[in-house]
């Protein structure tokens, strides 16, 4: 018999990976080129050159076991060094590679900062809509998801709520800027307010709270936009990051947590993390793309692509009648659909050959999110499809679209 918790599990099994593999189902039956799946936010921009570069140069150059060997259990100093060099300069911080951990993307970063800080019980706050995985994460070691709305207006989190809901079994909050599934980038403004909350709650509660920042999509962002660093705002806050978006590295698994100079207890922290890095499974972050990552810290992967997508699907839903926040980041769009039932739109959509991800699934009813880190081809050939859905739902086209 499977545990209790693992049949909870089975039983609400992420809905973005059930889409993708019905993607991949439709596709055999209709032709590939017929299916317009949005689910899964898997990039379709190639790496840039210098990863292949770096990855010949390092087989080339040094033996396999500086390559393929075991080391510290929070990665290769000299690597964690170049990073913490890296982002001291871009950030103006004064990193060193102690407050580097290297890990198996955000989400091995994700998972190894909750082991090192829950206790059975303790709660995790995070912004409506996160990032499904959040509740399983914190579920792992116990812990409680709350969710704080946010407007949906414009996604900017409600503070007032947030205020209501730390307790003194709060142990962190979870923030996602730019964020999954909304694409919004979170001002100067409230991250001020946001750090001057805690610390106010800190001195109530005489305790630690933590503020974790997940950035998978820190890079990827349009018209100048700025991504601020959380580090500046709030002594209690790790960065979890992922090369799998900036780099289009998804499969290799690879990242960083950084952690704040000042944070309480900061050398506990760093210890903690360490074994937690370990005795997860995870060992260590993947010794080959460690090396290639240091390599590799100023290339970039080409958003002009994103952007493009972005400028057509974007602009034709929003003709279509659909509501839409404009988003300043990521590869996503997150609309509100017709009707309040948004699993019941996504089925809808399915009769398109559309695959949609209801906005339930990020604790936000009545959205869905598009994925458009897909061909260019596949958005236009698609807008036929959600011309057809908007015509289901009798949405009032803004311009005439007969020649989409």
């Not at 889409?19 to 190639?46: A, C, H, Q, T």
């Not at 303790?122 to 509740?135: R, S």
């Amino acid at each position: 018999m499977i545990s209790s918790k693992m049949e909870n599990l089975l039983q609400g099994n992420s809905i973005v990976r059930s889409m993708f593999e019905e993607g991949k189902k439709l596709s055999k039956i209709y032709g590939e080129e017929n299916v317009y799946d949005f689910s899964i936010g898997n990039p379709n921009v190639d790496p840039p050159e210098s990863i292949k570069i770096a990855i010949n140069e390092i087989l080339n150059s040094q033996s396999p076991n500086l390559i393929h060997g075991y080391m510290n259990n929070s990665g290769y100093e000299d690597v964690r060094a170049e990073i913490a060099l890296f982002l001291s300069k871009k950030k103006d911080l004064n990193l060193s590679y102690k407050n580097i951990v290297m890990t198996c993307g955000a989400a091995g970063g994700l998972n190894i900062i909750l082991k090192t800080l829950l206790n059975p019980n303790d709660e995790v706050i995070t912004f409506a809509p996160f990032f499904g995985e959040y509740k399983n994460y914190v579920n792992n070691f116990d812990g409680k998801l709350i969710v704080v709305p946010t407007d949906i207006n414009n996604f900017e989190p409600n503070l007032d709520a947030l205020e209501k809901a730390i307790t003194n079994k709060t142990k962190a909050i979870i923030i996602n800027t730019p964020n999954n599934p909304t694409g919004i980038i979170y001002s100067n403004e409230f991250l001020t307010n946001l750090g001057s909350l805690l610390k106010n709650k800190q001195k109530k509660f005489n305790t630690s709270i933590y503020l974790i920042s997940d950035e998978p999509y820190r890079e990827i962002v349009y018209d100048n936009a700025k991504v601020p660093c959380l580090l500046k705002y709030y002594k209690n806050t790790f960065i979890a990051y992922s090369y799998s978006k900036s780099l289009s590295l998804p499969g290799e698994r690879i990242g960083y947590v950084v952690i704040n100079n000042n944070m309480d207890e900061f050398g506990k922290i760093i210890d903690s993390l360490n074994i937690a890095n370990r005795i997860l499974g995870f060992v260590n972050a993947p010794s080959l793309f460690q090396r290639v990552v240091a390599k590799c810290l100023d290339s970039e992967v080409n958003i002009d692509i994103y952007k493009k997508n972005f400028d057509l699907l974007y602009n034709h839903l929003v003709n279509l009648g659909f509501t839409c926040v404009k988003p300043h980041g990521t590869f996503y769009l997150f609309p509100r659909t017709p009707i309040e039932d948004d699993k019941k739109f996504c089925e809808d959509a399915k009769k398109f050959n559309l695959l949609l991800v209801p906005g339930s699934s990020f604790g936000c009813p009545g959205h869905f999110r598009i994925s458009y880190c897909v061909s260019y081809d596949t958005i236009k050939n698609s807008l036929h499809a959600f011309d057809k859905l908007a015509l289901l739902y009798n949405l009032t086209p803004k311009v005439n679209l007969n020649n989409s």
